[in-house]
Structure formats: C-alpha cells, structure tokens
C-alpha cells in the first residue's frame, strides 16, 4: 500500500484480555518498528525487526509483551493479560533496511491503534 | 544508548523563523541526526537528516555543530500548521542495524 497501515484504530478492552494489534508495513520495507506513546509523552521504543535477523526485543516492557513478524511483512503486537497501564497509542513504523555506515533511512509511521484497558 | 536533550517546550509567531536546538553530546562518528514531527492525534512524520554537513529541504533547514554535539533545526517562516511536536533523534547503528530512540521532543505553540 501507499502507507503503513494500522489496525484497529480503537480497541477498548477490559482488564485481563488479551489484543492483538496489527501493522502492514510499506511494500518493500524490511524494517518494522513498533513504538508505544502514552498520553501526552514522547514515543518509547519497544521492538524492531530487521529482513530475516533476529529482532531487537529491548524495549518490551514484561513478559506480556510480544511480536512477531510473517513472511517478512505483516506484524502483530500482542498483550497478553492487559492491565491499565497499558493504555497508550501504539505506532508502528516501517522503513528501507538501514544497516551500514553510509544513507539514513527514514521511517514512515501509521496512525497508530489507541488501545484502552478498562 | 546516545540522548539527545531538547527544551520541554517553545513559543513563537507566525511567519517568523523558529530555531529548534538540540543537544547531543554523546554522539559518534556513525550517528546521523534525524528530527521527526508529530501534530496533533497523528503519528511521527520524518522532516531531515543530516550528518556533518547542513542540510536544507522543502520543509526546514539543519544546522549541524562542527563538534556534532548540537544540532538546530530551523523552520524559516513557521505557519500555524507547523505547530507539533519536534523530536530530535540519533540514528543508532547497533551490530549492524539501525534503531531511532524517541526523547520527550518539544512542543512548538505558533501564535497567529
């Protein structure tokens, strides 16, 4: 597609359930971001995928927290047993690979999916 | 990982220029300084990047510190649509691959 596409756009769900957060990343890119933001902050890094490399997990806050990433395209974000805290809007951003010394790739978000645990 | 430290928040009139500054001063050699904006209940757009050189585009300008510790982002004739968020972010190569880690960003309020 001509964009990163996220869905749900809104997913209200209540305390314990588990989501599922989807990102359909620009044609072609091979790096996958996703990011959380909590209201009124800044973008906290949680996972990212490179091509077929193992992904950089750093970010991920518990254990509840997972991603994967098939057939080097669409990646889904799961929470498992939701708390409140995790109540933000996650983006998710894709790019051409970045690796090397020389060019800087820029990333191109989606709208995001405003998750809200009751 | 390297930071970059930026004001929480500036103010400044439309149609004048807007010099947003960042501070960067664990740096390396290999890290490009890209500035992303975010307006209001959408995602991070991309505005510039650049390395050691100044870099001009269609939306902004980049000023680059000779030392590469500081870099200022300038938007020449700001409009009432450039007020957003400003996120000043290292382009960190880690083995190989390349991670952006947002800081908090300042929020630019342009008065008409």
């Known amino acids: 597609g001509a964009g990163v596409s996220q869905s749900p756009s809104n997913k209200v769900t209540e305390k314990g359930k588990d989501v599922e957060l989807r990102c359909d990343p620009i044609s072609g890119h091979t790096a996958l971001y996703w990011y959380r933001q909590s209201l009124g902050q800044g973008l906290e890094f949680l996972i990212y995928f490179q091509g077929n490399s193992a992904p950089d997990k750093s970010g991920l806050p518990s254990d509840r927290f997972s991603a994967e990433r098939t057939g080097g395209s669409v990646s889904t974000l799961t929470i498992q047993r939701t708390q409140q805290e995790d109540s933000a809007v996650y983006l998710c951003a894709s790019s051409l690979p970045g690796t090397g010394f020389s060019g800087a790739n820029v990333l191109t978000f989606g709208a995001g999916s405003r998750l809200t645990v009751l | 990982d390297a930071k970059t430290t930026q004001p929480n928040s500036m103010e400044s009139n439309e149609e004048e220029p807007v010099h947003l500054p960042c501070n960067h001063s664990t740096i390396s050699g290999t890290d490009y300084i890209h500035w992303y904006r975010q307006l209001p209940s959408q995602g991070p757009e991309y505005v510039i990047h650049g390395l050691t050189s100044n870099v001009n585009n269609r939306m902004a300008s980049l000023a680059i510190a000779e030392d590469r510790k500081s870099s200022t982002l300038i938007l020449h004739r700001a409009t009432l649509r450039d007020a957003a968020v400003y996120y000043c972010?290292?382009?960190?190569?880690?083995?190989?691959?390349?991670?952006?880690?947002f800081g908090q960003g300042t929020r630019l309020t342009i008065n008409p």
């Open positions: 972010i290292l382009r960190l190569l880690i083995q190989g691959a390349q991670k952006l880690v």
